[in-house]
């Protein structure tokens, strides 16, 4: 049984006694919760956090938490997490003053520059480049709408997805979301400099469900967001870093 921070385990015991978590009776109890929800390949995860000793308290209870996780891969989850990002996409759109639908793919260059960082010599699976690729994009995109934003001014919000192709590579769709100030198709543009980039102004609610249809379609899927993507909080309490 691995070795986890106690303080984390602690507190994550307290949330699920609060949540309607149990008990088993062993020498300091076992937390038991079900966050599994309609999982149909639910996963345990056993997380122990071994004492600490405190030289005012002396030895601490080992901290121990079973729970029950989702696979995040059956069709149940698949279609669970495209419900939710929905919904998230949904509520950027209407907390926007405008929005953009963009589709982001890679010259074949730039997708040869993303695994080469792997041991050519052994053979990896098309599950294993995927991630690679993911991977390193995953910080070229991070940079890109750095640019966009100190670009365009704008206080802007994104969701990015990534998509498997039936070829196996990746390209991605975006919403992006102007929440202070305008982003233009320029901005968008010029800033993706690793391939091609088609926008255009989303028109209604459609857009959410188009971006979010590929998170159930496979686990392969990726999903990156600003920060808290989908909280109705004012456009002042959002992070600008995000």
Request: aromatic letters at 10%; glycine letters at 8%.
């Amino acid at each position: 049984m691995r070795s986890d921070d106690p303080l984390v385990v602690q507190r994550l015991r307290r949330d699920a006694l609060a949540s309607g978590g149990g008990t088993i009776r062993a020498p300091g109890g076992i937390v038991l919760w079900d966050r599994a929800g309609r999982c149909e390949r639910p996963v345990l995860v056993e997380m122990t956090g071994y004492p600490m000793v405190d030289r005012e308290t002396g030895p601490r209870h080992t901290q121990m938490a079973d729970v029950w996780v989702r696979c995040r891969m059956c069709e149940t989850c698949l279609r669970d997490r495209r419900r939710e990002w929905v919904a998230r996409c949904r509520l950027e759109l209407a907390l926007a003053g405008r929005s953009w639908f963009v589709t982001y793919t890679l010259r074949p260059e730039e997708h040869y520059k993303a695994v080469l960082a792997a041991n050519v010599g052994k053979k990896y699976t098309e599950e294993y480049l995927f991630k690679r690729r993911c991977a390193v994009t995953g910080k070229e995109f991070t940079r890109y709408f750095k640019r966009v934003r100190k670009e365009s001014g704008a206080a802007l919000r994104y969701c990015l997805v990534t998509e498997a192709h039936e070829s196996g590579l990746p390209h991605w769709h975006a919403l992006i979301h102007e929440r202070g100030g305008t982003v233009t198709y320029r901005n968008i543009s010029d800033q993706w400099t690793l391939g091609f980039s088609v926008a255009k102004l989303v028109k209604d609610e459609k857009a959410a469900w188009y971006v979010a249809k590929y998170l159930g379609k496979s686990a392969l899927a990726r999903v990156r967001a600003s920060k808290r993507y989908g909280d109705a909080l004012p456009v002042g309490e959002q992070s600008m870093s995000s």
